[in-house]
């Protein structure tokens, strides 16, 4: 069994290791240095955070204290404001320095967190000077979160650099909803990051037409492999499967050692067990984090499962 985290390829040259811990939510957000040293320690080796998550400065430390050492662990953090305030274009180039000496070092992959970050008529131009500051060497690669494909067609014209990645809540059940946004980063080789990628597990009422399915498969791996699979390992080996880089989270010492474990698997689903998850998944529409991708965005005309 393989003990290294796999990777996947930026179309900026660079590698991304597939699964994050994030500390943007729950009790990791809440306890930051405690949980992310157990995620360190665990072998996991990629961070996310964001300047509203309040938890940079903690990064920057547990990434000080870690024998790992920075080279090994790649940080991702994003541009933003409290409670969704746009950001002034003349502000930005503060607010990159300010993430920097906070981590203490430049982050390997920087995000506009959402389009509403720019004030309206500016998302172009927050995009050029991200383009200015990585040529520049005050970032690194450069990818933007929570964008619809009018978001894209902003920063497309003229741009320097595409985003190295999209991250935005990807699960089975919001594929049919998403169709035309990874239609358009399959065109550009934009790869797709997942934050909320256990809903279908942890936040939807019911479970959905997935539940059974995901258990059958879980017990299924649990068999073959003695260990003890769950239906939320069995969400991120699917993940995976899709290419798409996971952004979980844990405050839980035991579930951080899990997703660690997780991280290191190889890859264990069948491709019928992968086909049936992503067909089952694009009949519901299911999800958590409403505030910005249903936005101006179409809905599928689908049940939500509950
Ligand atoms: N770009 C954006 O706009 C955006 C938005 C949201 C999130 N994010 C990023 O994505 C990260 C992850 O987001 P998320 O929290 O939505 O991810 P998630 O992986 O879908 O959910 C993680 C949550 O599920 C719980 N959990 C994990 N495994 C579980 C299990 N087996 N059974 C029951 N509960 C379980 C965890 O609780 P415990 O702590 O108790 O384990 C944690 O609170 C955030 O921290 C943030 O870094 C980005």
Known sequence: MSQTIASFNLHDG????WLAWGCGSGQAQRDPVNSGTHVLNAGINHIDTAQIYNTEEATGQIVAASPLGKDKI??????GAPEDKPISLDSIRGAVAETTRKLGFIPDLFLIHNPFVAHPGELKAMWNTLEDLKVEGKLKSIGVSNFRVQDFEAIFDGARFKPVVNQIEFHPYVLSHLEPVLALQAKHGIVTE??????PVVRHGTGGPLKPILERIAARLT???????DTATVLLLWTRAQGVVAVSASGNADRIRGLAEVAKLPDLLEQGEIDEITRVG????????TEHMEVDFPLPNLPSGL
Do not use: E, N, Q
């Open 282 to 289: 694009k009949t519901v529409h299911f999800r958590h984090y």
């Open 74 to 79: 790649y940080v991702t953090s994003k541009l």
């Open 14 to 17: 660079t590698t991304i290791p």
């Open 194 to 199: 997942a934050f909320g990628p256990l809903t």
């Open 223 to 229: 068999k073959s492999t003695g260990k003890d699979v």
